[in-house]
């Protein structure tokens, strides 16, 4: 009689090998990716690595429907998608699972709670990974140039929110929202959030830009408008060796017969002294101020402008790039005008992904909605900037590109046998034809052709407004 044994047949012992520890980590792989009820995560898998999953995954979790990988991409969805309720993201689920023969209730209980559960380190990971990008210098300095900004959110009116992040002083208790400050810092060359920092109404930029100060590399830019102009600041960001282009707010600008050296017209160089006031300076940590230097040079650049729509003819920038050759007058006006870029990542992230409203109803679960905002912005990013590469087009349109990840996604043909390398390239080839035609010298009035619905503003609580009703109808 003939026997066959398998190859991994041990002849000796007459079983089969004991398996390595990479084997056993990839049979888990199968198993877990053979789990997973969504899509998406095959085609992103090169932005969000199973690594991270395992990283942060719990030793004594469950094998449950709605795992870790789960979870993250049900609630990636939720942003990604216009309709952005838990009740979506379950039918989606509902109707993967019924392909494998596994019922998934209706009921959206199980999902809210593997959403709480879902480790904020591993969204600060995610994040982390897709923060970090090839390709970040800028062309026209060959450095990193980094702006900031800063934009109010609001939240679901709940006590806890509330006590986070209250609302106006002049609203009443239960006719407003609690309102969000945030600041974040964004490639300018490739539009990727590199950090972020949350306040609430009363917080402003710059006490926020200082947290993120470990985001700065030696030989950076950093580009601000005239919320961001400081001594202390400027002078902090030149001892980590990091550039600054800021706009003149209060501050009158120096005339030319004042100057210390006149590099052209409208360019000179300046001494801006430490201020000596009292009162500005407790605003600082005493060691740290002690610390800066008298006085900083900077050069004061004025530019001019006349097009139709722009609410300023004339501007002052300082800067600390101190040498007219490598960085003529014309460069830094073109970079801080390209900084109005940064209110079009605004845009992108409030707008048109949904993020100036949070549903969530606990800042724990608020924070983790904003980390998955800008996890989901900057993998978009991510494609555009590859995307532009293999169209050679220059600019390529956000929503276009949401509306594509979505549609490929939800595709009945997606294949589960093709490699995320193979999936990324499908993807990619459709994310190129997104392309953002211009139309140069166009303005528009500030204003909307659109009429509100006549409805009040609500004034009083909701539950006096009931009563009011009963009242009148009894």
């Not at 379950?90 to 209980?109: E, G, N, P």
């Not at 800028?138 to 959110?153: S, Y």
């Amino acid at each position: 009689m003939q026997l066959f044994l398998s190859s991994d047949f041990n002849i000796r012992s007459l079983r089969k090998k004991p398996k390595s520890m990479a084997q056993k980590l990839k049979d888990l792989r199968d198993r877990l990716r053979a789990h997973n009820l969504t899509k998406i995560g095959r085609a992103l898998e090169e932005f969000v690595p199973a690594t991270l999953f395992e990283k942060h995954r719990p030793k004594t979790a469950r094998r449950r429907i709605f795992s870790t990988e789960n979870t993250f991409w049900g609630f990636f969805l939720q942003v990604l998608q216009e309709d952005s309720s838990c009740q979506s993201i379950v039918h989606q689920f509902r109707i993967s699972a019924s392909q494998k023969s596994t019922d998934v209730s209706a009921s959206t209980s199980a999902y809210c709670q593997a959403r709480k559960r879902l480790p904020s380190a591993l969204l600060s990971s995610v994040f982390e990974h897709t923060a970090k990008i090839k390709g970040m210098k800028h062309p026209l300095v060959k450095r990193r140039v980094i702006c900031a900004d800063g934009t109010g959110l609001l939240a679901s009116d709940t006590v806890e929110n509330q006590d986070v992040w209250p609302q106006q002083a002049n609203q009443r208790e239960g006719c407003a929202f609690p309102q969000l400050r945030l600041c974040a810092l964004f490639n300018l060359h490739t539009g990727i959030a590199l950090d972020y920092r949350l306040g609430n109404k009363r917080s402003h930029e710059l006490p926020l830009l200082r947290e993120q100060e470990a985001s700065f590399k030696k030989n950076d830019i950093f580009i601000g408008d005239k919320g961001f102009i400081c001594f202390y600041d400027q002078a902090r960001l030149l001892e980590r060796g990091v550039d600054s282009i800021v706009a003149l707010a209060k501050r009158k600008p120096v005339p030319d017969n004042k100057a210390d050296k006149r590099f052209g017209k409208d360019d000179i160089l300046i001494t801006i002294p430490k201020f000596t006031s009292a009162t500005a300076r407790s605003r600082y940590p005493q060691d740290r101020w002690d610390e800066l230097p008298k006085a900083i040079q900077m050069r004061q650049i004025k530019v001019s402008f006349s097009v139709p729509g722009y609410r300023s003819t004339q501007i002052y920038l300082l800067t600390t790039l101190l040498d007219d050759i490598a960085y003529p007058a014309n460069v830094i006006a073109e970079l801080y005008r390209q900084r109005w870029g940064v209110e079009l990542y605004f845009r992108d992230l409030k707008t048109t992904l949904g993020m100036e409203f949070l549903k969530s109803k606990t800042p724990d679960m608020v924070e983790k909605e904003i980390q998955m905002f800008f996890i989901v912005f900057n993998i978009i990013r991510h494609l555009m900037e590859e995307g532009k590469t293999a169209s050679g087009s220059d600019i390529l349109a956000f929503k276009s590109c949401v509306q594509t990840v979505i549609a490929y996604c939800n595709d009945e043909s997606f294949s589960s046998s093709l490699t995320p390398i193979k999936h990324k390239r499908l993807l990619l080839r459709e994310i190129s034809k997104c392309c953002l035609f211009q139309r140069p010298e166009r303005i528009e009035p500030r204003c909307v052709k659109r009429r509100p619905k006549p409805f009040k503003l609500m004034m009083k609580p909701r539950s006096e407004l009931k009563r009011e009703m009963l009242a009148k109808y009894a």
